[in-house]
Nanobody, 118 residues
Framework: QVQLVESGGGLVQPGGSLRLSCAASGSIFGINVMGWYRQAPGKQRELVEIIRSGVTNYADSVKGRFTISRDNVKNSMYLQMNSLNSEDTAVYYC?????????????WGQGTQVTVSS
């Protein structure tokens, strides 16, 4: 069984920073793509930033403000979010493509709320 646990969300003022974490646990034999997505109220879930083999892809809206990183030893991923604004308010989900047993599958975290408000 595989589990993704997210942490680090919360309430922050505009211009502030937060760091999200996602830890994968269970019978994991390899990890390919790791990424963060978000879903604001009334909107579709959207890609924030992903990382694979050291290469990152990100949404234009977070360019220069958000940075994704991963720790392959800990099977963990992080999202450093700076210069937050109200449009960043959403539930953030981690998404991981990993090898569980002999099968590659994609897993989602439970989501963590990020609220940017004064």
């Amino acid at each position: 069984q595989v589990q993704l646990v997210e942490s680090g969300g919360g309430l922050v003022q505009p211009g502030g920073s937060l760091r999200l974490s996602c830890a994968a646990s269970g019978s994991i034999f390899g990890i390919n793509v790791m990424g963060w997505y978000r879903q604001a109220p009334g909107k579709q879930r959207e890609l924030v930033e992903i990382i694979r083999s050291g290469v990152t892809n990100y949404a234009d809206s977070v360019k220069g403000r958000f940075t994704i990183s991963r720790d392959n030893v800990k099977n963990s991923m992080y999202l450093q979010m700076n210069s937050l604004n109200s449009e960043d308010t959403a539930v953030y989900y981690c998404n991981v493509q990993l090898l569980h047993g002999t099968r590659w599958s994609t897993y989602w975290g439970q989501g963590t709320q990020v609220t940017v408000s004064s």
